[in-house]
């Protein structure tokens, strides 16, 4: 066995000549370069000196008080209570920062959503829950009015447009994990085989993106209220004839 000084950037270098491996009438060797442990190890950066849930749920109101395009890296920074250095540190870029907000918004905030759906025994009590929660969600003293996810970059630049597709991807996830449970519910026959899932996720979808809309226009959460018994009651019809579907 021999060795390679190849520098201390790169360490040692140990080659080796492992047995001779047969192949029928032909024989060859295999040479293997390893680094050796004694290589310098690389860099560490110094690890975030702040809470990441912490920054993000600040992060998460800035975003959601100013807008994407709205929100400068200075705005963040004094929210965030960081310095800029540190942000990019941890997080990467604004854009970065701003899909991993998104995400704490849908398990924080936004959770309730889908505890909704997976927490109730039957499909209309799971929407008629999520309608009701959204109505008071939305009206929420503590938080900007409306849903981050709903109404978030419906329109942007040009060189935003990452933002758009991103955030309409979220809401087609929401309004897929609507006809999942719908078609759940057609699967147990609770609701009628007959039922379009598609098209009843969809409208679920657009009354509580509606919803979320009239919150920021300032319709109060009795107002949100009746729209969310309104569409409940569009969701009875659905229901299969007890004793068998029809």
Same mark, same amino acid.
């Given at each position: 066995?021999?060795?390679?000084?190849?520098?201390?950037?790169?360490?040692?270098?140990? %080659?080796?000549?492992?047995?001779?491996?047969? %192949? &029928?009438?032909?024989?060859?060797?295999?040479?293997?370069?390893?680094?050796?442990?004694?290589?310098?190890?690389?860099?560490?950066?110094?690890?975030?000196?702040?809470?990441?849930?912490?920054?993000?749920?600040?992060?998460?109101?800035?975003?959601?008080?100013?807008?994407?395009?709205?929100?400068?890296?200075?705005?963040?920074?004094?929210?965030?209570?960081?310095?800029?250095?540190?942000?990019?540190?941890?997080?990467?870029?604004?854009?970065?920062?701003?899909?991993?907000?998104?995400?704490?918004?849908?398990?924080?905030?936004?959770?309730?959503?889908?505890?909704?759906?997976?927490?109730?025994? &039957?499909?209309?009590?799971?929407?008629?829950?999520?309608?009701?929660?959204?109505?008071?969600?939305?009206?929420?003293?503590?938080?900007?009015?409306?849903?981050?996810?709903?109404?978030?970059?419906?329109?942007?630049?040009?060189?935003?447009?990452?933002?758009?597709?991103?955030?309409?991807?979220?809401?087609?996830?929401?309004?897929?994990?609507?006809?999942?449970?719908?078609?759940?519910?057609?699967?147990?026959?609770?609701?009628?085989?007959?039922?379009?899932?598609?098209?009843?996720?969809?409208?679920?979808?657009?009354?509580?993106? &509606?919803?979320?809309?009239?919150?920021?226009?300032?319709? %109060?959460?009795?107002?949100?209220?009746?729209?969310?018994?309104?569409?409940?009651? %569009?969701?009875?019809?659905?229901?299969?004839?007890?004793?068998?579907?029809?």
């Amino acid at each position: 066995m021999r060795t390679r000084d190849w520098g201390k950037s790169i360490g040692r270098i140990t %080659t080796t000549t492992v047995p001779q491996i047969y %192949t &029928g009438s032909h024989q060859f060797s295999i040479v293997i370069d390893v680094i050796n442990k004694n290589s310098q190890p690389r860099r560490r950066g110094r690890p975030p000196s702040f809470d990441r849930g912490t920054v993000l749920e600040r992060a998460m109101l800035a975003f959601w008080k100013l807008g994407y395009e709205g929100a400068s890296i200075a705005d963040l920074t004094a929210a965030m209570g960081i310095t800029a250095q540190s942000l990019y540190a941890a997080f990467g870029s604004k854009s970065a920062l701003y899909h991993e907000v998104l995400e704490h918004y849908q398990q924080t905030t936004g959770a309730f959503s889908a505890r909704a759906l997976e927490e109730e025994p &039957g499909a209309i009590a799971g929407f008629a829950r999520l309608l009701r929660e959204s109505a008071a969600q939305f009206c929420r003293a503590d938080r900007p009015r409306g849903c981050m996810v709903s109404t978030a970059v419906l329109a942007c630049a040009a060189e935003n447009q990452e933002q758009v597709r991103y955030a309409a991807q979220l809401r087609e996830a929401a309004i897929a994990a609507f006809r999942h449970r719908i078609d759940r519910a057609i699967d147990t026959g609770e609701f009628r085989p007959t039922t379009d899932s598609a098209a009843l996720a969809r409208y679920l979808g657009a009354i509580i993106q &509606g919803m979320s809309i009239q919150a920021q226009d300032g319709a %109060t959460e009795p107002e949100l209220r009746g729209i969310a018994e309104r569409a409940i009651e %569009t969701l009875r019809p659905f229901a299969a004839p007890i004793g068998g579907s029809a």
